[in-house]
Structure formats: C-alpha cells, structure tokens
C-alpha cells in the first residue's frame, strides 16, 4: 500500500513520489496520479508494481538512478513516461536521496513538471531548421554549382547553352528569395512592417509570368474581359507562385489557372485534379507549418498557403478552399480595377 504522504502534500497540484532504490513506488500524490492518467491512486498503485514499467527508455532510468546514487540529487531530468491508456508525456524530474544513520539510501523523493508541450516546441523547431536549411540548399546548391561551371568552362559553351545555365541559375536563385520572403511575411505580425505598393496591373500577365519559371505545364484559361486587379503585383505573383507550388507538391498531375471576374472583384483558381481536402481540415492546411499528410508528401517549410492568405487580406481579398468541378481550387480574389 502506497504511504500517505499527508493532506498537504495531496493538495499539491505539482506530481511528488517517492521510491525506493529497487523501483518501488512507495508514495504519490493524486497529481502524480491524474499526469500519468490514472483515475485513482488504488488503480495507480496497482498499475505500478515497479517505477520501470513507466519509463519509455530504461536506459533513462538507470542514467538517473546512477546520478542520484553518486550525487545524491537530481535536477531537471528530462524522461518521457508511458501513461495508463499508452500515450506518453515528457517530463522533468528534480529529486534527492534519503539516507538512514547509515548512511544507506533507504528512498527517494521527487516532484516532476510536464514538459511535453516545451518537448515538442523543440522538435518543431529543430524539424523546421532543417527544412528551411533543405529548402534554402537545394537551390543555392544549384546557383553555385551552375555558376562555377559556367566560371571555369565559360568558352567550351555556345551562346544558347550560356543562356539556358544562366536562365537556370536566376530560377534556382528566385525561388530561394520566395521562401525568404515567405518567412519574412509569416514572421511579422504588424501588417505595417510588410511592404505594398498597390497598383493596377493585368491579373493574368502576372499568372503568366510566374508560370515562365514553373517546371510544370500549366495551362492559363481566361473567362472575363475584365482581368484587371487592384493590388501589389509583387506580392500577388508570391500569392500566385505559392498556389501554384502548393498543386505541384500536393495536387493531381493535371493543373490549371483560371482568372474569372466575380462582381467587384476579379479571381484567380489554381485548380488541380488531386484529391479533395476534407471539410475538417481545410482550415488546418491555412495554419503556419501546416503540410499535407501521407508517405508520398514531399517535405516543406508549410508556409506557403498561410502566406498567401495573409498577403490576399491585407490588400483587401481573400484566398478560399473550394471544390470545383470535381477539381481541388484554391481562389484568390482581389478588388477589380
């Protein structure tokens, strides 16, 4: 039977125990109870015949219990614990050795924070430097590369391959300042930080021009006269470009861009023969480092539609998720000039 470790203690919301140098559960508080999932301390006692049962990887706890014995305190240990239904939870443990006259260790006692939340922050983040670092070296792996054999061979080549390689080193070197500006508009929340100039342009010049730099064929089809838009048009073909780059990761073989006008506003569909997106989660794939789920799905920064909707707001439209025709389209629209 687990020792009472007094009315305060079980009052504490902060997880205690206490366990001997054997692995011995001997003490716990209702808070330790509830962070390991276990709604009552008779079924926790019960369930715990052993403090290892607990530990996701043994070697942690033979790590802690090797410091504890020769220093005679733990501090901030970090350990993943297994919960009763199976799921795990992150931890930080700060315990001390009680000993006897002795000097023998007869127990330990211990409190632990959750840390699960701060756990997975890190491994987001470390998950998203590595793919800004892929995404960025990719090609900039290519400018150089590119660059140093034009450098070194500059006259084995003609005219025309001289302008193919330079054709591919400017591609490689653009997409490189997209994904920074991405970052740069998803990282600045005051709206006053990110640069407009609003002017009237030609909605589908500004797809076309994109589409010079896109590996994909992707056809443009034009159902309005009136295809001109009020808008920055530096930041609508990063819309665009983000659209268009989101159907090639995600989307069907088949893409296509539709500019149409709709009242006072004039749209732009990049659609694609894909599969659908469940209503449940369309608001997901809007939310920053959000990506499509599978074994196939290439690996990305997921920014890109975030981007892209924030950019569409700020200048006065919007960027909406739809079914179309049995086709996956995102729209853009904007204010018609």
Known sequence: MLQDLGDFFRRIPVPLYRSTPDGRLI?????????????????????????????????????????????????????????????????????????????????????????????????????????????????????????????????????????????????QAEDATWLLEDLLVAYRQDPDQIAFEVATFDLVKAAERVLEVTERDVEVIVQTGRTMAKADPRRTRQIIRNLVSNAVRYGGPEISVVVRGAGDRVELAVRDNGKPIAPEEVERIFQPFQRGSGPDVPTSVGLGLTVARKLARLMEGDLVYRQEDGLTSFVLSLPAA
Not at 44 to 54: L, P, W
Not at 99 to 116: K, P, S, V, W
Not at 127 to 149: C, D, K, Q, Y
């Open 27 to 171: 003490a716990g508080n209702p808070a330790l109870a509830e962070m390991l999932g276990f709604e009552s301390m008779e079924e926790m006692e019960r369930a715990m015949a052993h403090v290892e049962n607990v530990y996701i990887d043994p070697e942690r706890r033979a790590i802690w219990l090797h410091r504890i014995q020769t220093e005679g305190v733990v501090y901030e240990f970090d350990m993943e614990l297994r919960r009763a239904d199976g799921s795990t939870v992150w931890v930080q443990d700060t315990a001390r050795a009680v000993r006897d006259e002795q000097g023998n260790i007869i127990y330990f006692d211990g409190a632990i924070l959750d840390i699960t939340a701060k756990v997975a922050a890190e491994q987001s983040r470390n998950e998203f430097i590595a793919t800004v670092s892929h995404e960025l070296r990719s090609p900039m792996t290519v400018v150089v590369g590119l660059g140093e054999e034009l450098a070194n061979n500059y006259d084995s080549f003609s005219d025309d391959e001289r302008r193919e390689l330079a054709q591919l080193i400017a591609r």
